[in-house]
Protein backbone atom coordinates (compact mmCIF):
# COMPACT_ATOMS: atom_id res chain seq x y z
CA UNK A 1 0.00 0.00 0.00
CA UNK A 2 2.10 2.87 -0.94
CA UNK A 3 1.52 6.09 1.36
CA UNK A 4 0.49 9.61 0.57
CA UNK A 5 1.68 11.03 -2.55
CA UNK A 6 2.39 14.84 -3.14
CA UNK A 7 3.74 15.99 -6.53
CA UNK A 8 5.45 18.25 -7.44
CA UNK A 9 8.07 17.58 -4.74
CA UNK A 10 9.52 21.13 -6.18
CA UNK A 11 7.61 24.15 -7.41
CA UNK A 12 9.08 27.30 -8.40
CA UNK A 13 6.68 29.82 -9.50
CA UNK A 14 6.97 33.76 -9.96
CA UNK A 15 4.97 36.53 -8.64
CA UNK A 16 1.41 36.84 -10.33
CA UNK A 17 1.69 32.99 -11.70
CA UNK A 18 -1.00 30.31 -10.52
CA UNK A 19 0.07 27.05 -8.44
CA UNK A 20 -0.96 23.32 -8.50
CA UNK A 21 -0.22 21.25 -5.55
CA UNK A 22 -1.63 17.69 -5.50
CA UNK A 23 -2.33 15.11 -3.36
CA UNK A 24 -3.00 11.01 -3.93
CA UNK A 25 -4.08 9.74 -0.61
CA UNK A 26 -3.60 6.18 0.96
CA UNK A 27 -5.51 3.74 -0.79
CA UNK A 28 -9.14 3.35 1.14
CA UNK A 29 -9.09 7.04 2.42
CA UNK A 30 -11.41 9.12 1.67
CA UNK A 31 -10.64 12.07 3.94
CA UNK A 32 -7.74 14.72 3.00
CA UNK A 33 -6.19 17.66 5.03
CA UNK A 34 -4.23 20.07 3.87
CA UNK A 35 -1.53 22.33 6.27
CA UNK A 36 1.31 24.80 5.72
CA UNK A 37 4.64 25.10 6.73
CA UNK A 38 5.81 28.40 7.01
CA UNK A 39 9.43 28.99 7.74
CA UNK A 40 10.45 29.45 11.14
CA UNK A 41 6.74 28.70 11.76
CA UNK A 42 4.42 25.63 12.90
CA UNK A 43 2.53 23.46 10.79
CA UNK A 44 -0.65 25.53 10.59
CA UNK A 45 -4.44 23.41 9.14
CA UNK A 46 -5.38 24.85 6.20
CA UNK A 47 -8.68 23.12 5.03
CA UNK A 48 -10.02 19.33 5.37
CA UNK A 49 -12.34 17.75 2.67
CA UNK A 50 -13.67 14.26 2.04
CA UNK A 51 -14.66 13.21 -1.81
CA UNK A 52 -16.54 16.26 -3.20
CA UNK A 53 -16.94 18.20 0.16
CA UNK A 54 -14.77 20.57 1.67
CA UNK A 55 -15.69 19.75 5.67
CA UNK A 56 -13.14 22.61 7.17
CA UNK A 57 -11.66 25.46 5.81
CA UNK A 58 -11.40 27.76 8.57
CA UNK A 59 -7.58 27.57 7.80
CA UNK A 60 -7.37 28.85 4.51
CA UNK A 61 -6.67 31.98 3.41
CA UNK A 62 -10.20 33.88 2.04
CA UNK A 63 -8.28 34.95 -0.96
CA UNK A 64 -6.48 33.10 -3.82
CA UNK A 65 -6.83 29.82 -2.35
CA UNK A 66 -9.28 27.01 -2.96
CA UNK A 67 -8.99 23.31 -2.45
CA UNK A 68 -10.62 20.19 -4.33
CA UNK A 69 -10.95 16.43 -3.90
CA UNK A 70 -13.08 15.61 -6.62
CA UNK A 71 -14.68 11.85 -6.99
CA UNK A 72 -11.85 11.07 -9.43
CA UNK A 73 -8.10 12.22 -8.78
CA UNK A 74 -6.03 13.54 -6.77
CA UNK A 75 -7.10 16.10 -4.20
CA UNK A 76 -5.80 19.55 -5.81
CA UNK A 77 -4.51 22.68 -3.63
CA UNK A 78 -4.56 25.59 -6.30
CA UNK A 79 -2.70 29.07 -5.44
CA UNK A 80 -3.99 31.88 -7.70
CA UNK A 81 -1.64 34.73 -8.10
CA UNK A 82 1.15 33.59 -5.77
CA UNK A 83 2.98 36.12 -4.10
CA UNK A 84 6.71 35.92 -2.03
CA UNK A 85 4.89 35.32 1.43
CA UNK A 86 3.21 32.49 -0.49
CA UNK A 87 6.28 30.28 -0.01
CA UNK A 88 6.40 27.40 2.22
CA UNK A 89 5.92 23.82 2.33
CA UNK A 90 2.52 22.58 2.12
CA UNK A 91 1.95 19.02 3.47
CA UNK A 92 -1.14 16.76 2.64
CA UNK A 93 -2.50 14.02 4.73
CA UNK A 94 -5.06 11.38 4.75
CA UNK A 95 -7.05 8.89 7.35
CA UNK A 96 -9.66 5.85 6.39
CA UNK A 97 -12.94 6.84 6.70
CA UNK A 98 -15.48 5.60 9.49
CA UNK A 99 -14.34 4.69 13.19
CA UNK A 100 -11.60 3.67 14.52
CA UNK A 101 -7.82 5.46 15.83
CA UNK A 102 -7.79 8.15 12.98
CA UNK A 103 -4.39 8.17 12.50
CA UNK A 104 -3.42 10.80 10.00
CA UNK A 105 -0.91 10.01 7.65
CA UNK A 106 1.29 12.37 5.84
CA UNK A 107 2.84 12.85 2.63
CA UNK A 108 6.47 14.51 1.70
CA UNK A 109 5.23 17.72 0.86
CA UNK A 110 5.53 20.28 -1.97
CA UNK A 111 7.64 23.05 -1.19
CA UNK A 112 6.41 26.46 -2.82
CA UNK A 113 9.17 29.19 -3.76
CA UNK A 114 7.82 32.02 -5.05
CA UNK A 115 10.41 33.93 -6.79
CA UNK B 1 -9.12 27.81 20.61
CA UNK B 2 -6.55 25.12 21.28
CA UNK B 3 -2.77 25.91 21.08
CA UNK B 4 0.05 23.55 21.87
CA UNK B 5 3.44 24.52 22.89
CA UNK B 6 6.81 23.07 22.92
CA UNK B 7 9.98 24.08 25.00
CA UNK B 8 12.60 24.78 24.45
CA UNK B 9 12.61 25.21 20.92
CA UNK B 10 16.02 23.51 21.09
CA UNK B 11 18.44 21.22 22.54
CA UNK B 12 21.73 19.44 22.24
CA UNK B 13 22.75 16.25 24.23
CA UNK B 14 25.60 13.90 24.53
CA UNK B 15 24.69 10.28 22.70
CA UNK B 16 23.62 8.11 25.32
CA UNK B 17 21.40 10.42 27.55
CA UNK B 18 18.11 9.79 28.01
CA UNK B 19 16.12 13.05 27.35
CA UNK B 20 12.77 14.00 27.57
CA UNK B 21 10.35 16.61 25.10
CA UNK B 22 7.51 18.34 26.61
CA UNK B 23 4.01 18.99 24.61
CA UNK B 24 1.20 21.15 26.74
CA UNK B 25 -2.01 22.30 25.12
CA UNK B 26 -4.21 24.42 26.79
CA UNK B 27 -7.89 22.46 25.87
CA UNK B 28 -7.96 19.32 27.75
CA UNK B 29 -10.99 18.15 25.26
CA UNK B 30 -8.75 16.18 23.16
CA UNK B 31 -9.47 13.00 20.82
CA UNK B 32 -6.01 12.01 20.87
CA UNK B 33 -2.41 13.50 20.50
CA UNK B 34 0.46 12.27 17.98
CA UNK B 35 4.53 13.05 18.18
CA UNK B 36 5.95 12.93 15.11
CA UNK B 37 9.72 13.16 13.76
CA UNK B 38 10.57 15.89 11.07
CA UNK B 39 14.60 15.70 9.18
CA UNK B 40 15.18 18.92 7.35
CA UNK B 41 13.36 19.10 4.05
CA UNK B 42 11.70 15.85 4.67
CA UNK B 43 8.19 15.40 5.51
CA UNK B 44 6.75 13.91 9.22
CA UNK B 45 6.61 10.77 10.29
CA UNK B 46 4.37 9.29 13.02
CA UNK B 47 5.78 8.13 15.97
CA UNK B 48 3.80 7.66 18.53
CA UNK B 49 -0.20 8.10 18.88
CA UNK B 50 -1.86 8.25 22.17
CA UNK B 51 -5.74 8.03 22.23
CA UNK B 52 -7.35 10.70 24.75
CA UNK B 53 -8.35 7.36 27.21
CA UNK B 54 -4.52 6.08 27.11
CA UNK B 55 -1.61 6.78 29.49
CA UNK B 56 1.56 5.87 27.35
CA UNK B 57 2.48 4.49 24.33
CA UNK B 58 5.30 2.43 23.34
CA UNK B 59 7.92 1.85 20.55
CA UNK B 60 10.75 0.93 20.97
CA UNK B 61 13.19 3.89 22.80
CA UNK B 62 10.18 5.86 22.11
CA UNK B 63 7.69 6.32 25.16
CA UNK B 64 5.32 9.24 25.22
CA UNK B 65 2.78 9.63 27.64
CA UNK B 66 -0.39 11.77 28.22
CA UNK B 67 -2.09 13.58 31.60
CA UNK B 68 -4.97 14.65 29.78
CA UNK B 69 -6.21 16.74 32.45
CA UNK B 70 -3.21 18.76 32.82
CA UNK B 71 -2.76 19.39 29.06
CA UNK B 72 0.41 17.80 28.96
CA UNK B 73 2.12 15.28 27.35
CA UNK B 74 5.92 14.01 27.52
CA UNK B 75 8.34 11.77 24.80
CA UNK B 76 10.80 9.62 26.24
CA UNK B 77 14.32 8.73 24.25
CA UNK B 78 15.93 6.68 25.83
CA UNK B 79 20.17 5.97 25.10
CA UNK B 80 19.63 9.04 22.41
CA UNK B 81 22.02 8.18 19.20
CA UNK B 82 22.84 10.69 16.44
CA UNK B 83 20.22 9.17 13.87
CA UNK B 84 17.55 10.50 16.54
CA UNK B 85 18.88 14.65 15.61
CA UNK B 86 15.70 15.66 14.05
CA UNK B 87 13.19 17.94 14.47
CA UNK B 88 9.87 16.57 17.16
CA UNK B 89 6.24 18.02 16.75
CA UNK B 90 3.08 17.25 18.96
CA UNK B 91 -0.21 17.65 17.71
CA UNK B 92 -3.47 16.92 19.32
CA UNK B 93 -6.52 16.50 17.59
CA UNK B 94 -10.03 17.94 18.86
CA UNK B 95 -12.65 15.69 17.66
CA UNK B 96 -11.94 11.83 15.77
CA UNK B 97 -12.21 13.89 12.12
CA UNK B 98 -10.91 17.07 12.60
CA UNK B 99 -7.28 18.59 12.21
CA UNK B 100 -4.48 18.83 14.37
CA UNK B 101 -2.83 21.57 16.02
CA UNK B 102 0.38 21.78 16.21
CA UNK B 103 3.70 22.68 18.66
CA UNK B 104 6.32 24.43 16.67
CA UNK B 105 8.56 21.69 17.65
CA UNK B 106 11.60 20.64 19.43
CA UNK B 107 14.88 20.56 17.67
CA UNK B 108 16.64 17.73 18.57
CA UNK B 109 20.43 17.54 17.93
CA UNK B 110 22.62 14.34 19.56
CA UNK B 111 26.07 15.35 19.71
CA UNK B 112 28.43 11.92 18.89
Known amino acids: NAGVMQNPRHLVRRRGQEARLRCSPM?????VYWYRQLPEEGLKFMVYLQKENIIDESGMPKERFSAEFPKEGPSILRIQQVVRGDSAAYFC?????????????FGPGTRLTVT | KQEVTQIPAALSVPEGENLVLNCSFTDSAIYNLQWFRQDPGKGLTSLLLIQSSQREQTSGRLNASLDKSSGRSTLYIAASQPGDSATYLCAVRGGANSKLTFGKGITLSVRP
Open chain 1, 93 to 105: ASSPPGTGVHEQY
Open chain 1, 27 to 31: KGHSH
